[in-house]
């Protein structure tokens, strides 16, 4: 090949690269220039651009319209409700109890529980607090308002001993302190309460609930000519009792006298009703007979009869002689009643006898009661009613152990006080036994819904249905 071909072949690409770089330094270069016939791609582009533009020819002119205010436009507000938000108190109430330990002080107390020393300043200061924190006794139950804010709000002290039997509050407001009295919920009910006497009147009548004012009414007052209770009962003998109850804000507060009582013992019914005669309360069957006597059956609570009356051989002398009372063994310290009302005619030392108390009772009737461990501050020729506490059970004088020897004697002849028949008080009659039957018949109700008994008058008449029972039988 030949030089000058060369340089024709060099001058051709130079001038080819020039052409090339001027087209790609152009910024309206084509990679594809038109070269006026359309293609697939051409109607493709056109298609979308002319889709688009009717779009915004549409959407525009809407904006600018909805942007502007109509002139004539009414706007109307609506106040909707809305419901309530319930947010957590951080002020609500909550109560604490403390009850308090042997050797625990208020303060202590307060000091357990963060309360400050001022607030207790200001209740050790209540004019009716006061006092009765001196009276605080170990398990007296305080309560304490304490919301979670740390501050206390109230203070309630419950009832107890000293402090009286409502609980009392004390509200706390700012550097005062206020009482303020809490509602009760006070009820009374008319309940039965009834069972079996068991091994133990007394445990069984405590397992219902009568307390020992009760249990006394029962033996001391209603009972006591007719029953001796040491002797006269078996286990299977039932009992039923009417009172009372009075109740606070669901608990028992106190249980009334005994309304009505009956005891059934080999199926034979006694029956003992309370009323009120000339203001005093006493006793008496269905039909109004009173069941007052002139004298006590047993002149001392509990005892066990441990001689008769007659003849026997001398515990401490050791030879027959006539034994001219009844005894009657029981410890040392127990309370001997008088047998009837009566002046008191002797109280002292006598003989055999050692500290002795005789009664004159009037129409020559006197009782003794020997063997006195002490008297009960009675005096010759004062007046005592029936039942009242004249000395306590002892041995003195000629006896191997403590117990009462008791002697009746009419017109200076010993009588057996087991034995001696005197008349009763006058019954109940006209307007009198009216009050009382109206009076009685709720309790008459009462037994009748848990005791299968029959009260059985002086008429022949009866009182109380032996229908099937209705009640809830509470078993001693």
Known sequence: MTDSHHDAVRRENLQRAQANGAQSASPLALAHPFNGRWTRRHWAHASLFATIGALLAAIVPGFSTALEAAPNTQRTTLSLALPQLRLARADKDHWQSVSLKPGQTLSGVFDELGIPYSQLE?????????????????????????????????????????????????????????????????????VVLSGEVGKSLFASARKLGLGSSQLNQLTDEMFKYDIDFDSDLDEDDRFSVVVDQTWKNGQLASTGPVLAATFTMDGKLKSAFRHLRNGKPEYFTPDGRSLK?????????????????????????????????????????????????????????????????????????????????????????????????????????????????????????????????????????GAALIAFKSETSRALDKIREVEDVVFQLDDGSRVASTRKPTGIRKKG
């Open 122 to 190: 200001k209740v050790m200061q209540h004019p009716k607090i006061k006092p009765a924190l001196r009276k605080l006794r170990p398990g007296t139950e305080l309560s304490f308002n304490l919301p979670s804010d740390g501050s206390v709000r109230a203070m309630r002290i419950e009832a107890a001993p000293g402090i009286g039997d409502e609980p009392v509050e004390l509200e706390f407001d700012g550097d005062a302190l206020r009482e303020r009295a809490i509602p009760q919920e006070v009820t009374t009910r008319t």
């Open 293 to 429: 006597r002139a004298f006590i059956r047993m002149p001392i609570p509990y005892a066990r009869l441990s001689s008769g009356f007659g003849g026997r051989k001398h515990p401490v002398l050791g030879r027959f002689r006539m034994h001219k009372g009844v005894d009657y063994a029981a410890g040392t310290g127990t309370p001997i009643q008088a047998a009837g009302d009566a002046r008191v005619e002797l109280v002292g030392w006598k003989g055999g006898y050692g500290r002795t108390v005789i009664l004159n009772h009037g129409g020559g009737r006197t009782t003794l009661y020997g063997h006195m461990s002490r008297f009960a501050g009675i005096k010759p020729g004062q007046r005592v009613s029936q039942g009242t506490v004249i000395g306590y059970v002892g041995s003195t004088g000629l006896a191997t152990g403590p117990h009462l020897h008791y002697e009746f004697r009419v017109n200076g002849v010993h009588m057996n006080p087991l034995k001696m028949t005197l008349p009763p008080p006058q019954p109940l009659s």
